[in-house]
């Protein structure tokens, strides 16, 4: 059974940093997609970073330029670096994880992210 442990959450002002770390119950394969997602209140939950086999990365508009996301496979892990934090940024953030060799899906629990002076 995977499960995907969100953590580094927490409330920071405007302009500030965080970084999200999302550790896997077991080995990363080769071949994932890793995503970060965030939810704000009241929203639907909206796709905020994507990296591809520990490569190919993308990201929302909304977040292009202060948020990078990137993968750790010897240490089971995603982290997704925010700089620049806007009030918006608020919300709920989710780990994704897909095992392209099974079609599998994972989600974590979230962590909870507020900008907030």
């Known amino acids: 059974h995977v499960q995907l442990v969100e953590s580094g959450g927490g409330l920071v002002q405007p302009v500030g940093s965080l970084r999200l770390s999302c550790a896997a119950s077991?080995?990363?394969?080769?071949?994932?997609?890793m995503r970060w997602y965030r939810q704000a209140p009241g929203k639907v939950r909206e796709l905020v970073a994507t990296?591809?086999?520990?490569?190919?990365?993308n990201y929302a508009d909304a977040v292009k330029g202060r948020f990078t996301i990137s993968s750790d496979n010897a240490k089971n892990t995603v982290y997704l670096q925010m700089n620049s934090l806007k009030p918006e940024d608020t919300g709920a953030y989710y780990c994704?994880?897909?095992?392209?060799?099974?079609?599998?899906?994972?989600w974590g629990k979230g962590t909870l992210v507020t900008v907030s002076s």
């Open positions: 990296v591809t086999s520990g490569i190919s990365t």
């Open positions: 077991v080995t990363i394969l080769a071949i994932n997609t």
């Open positions: 994704y994880y897909r095992v392209h060799l099974y079609g599998t899906e994972y």
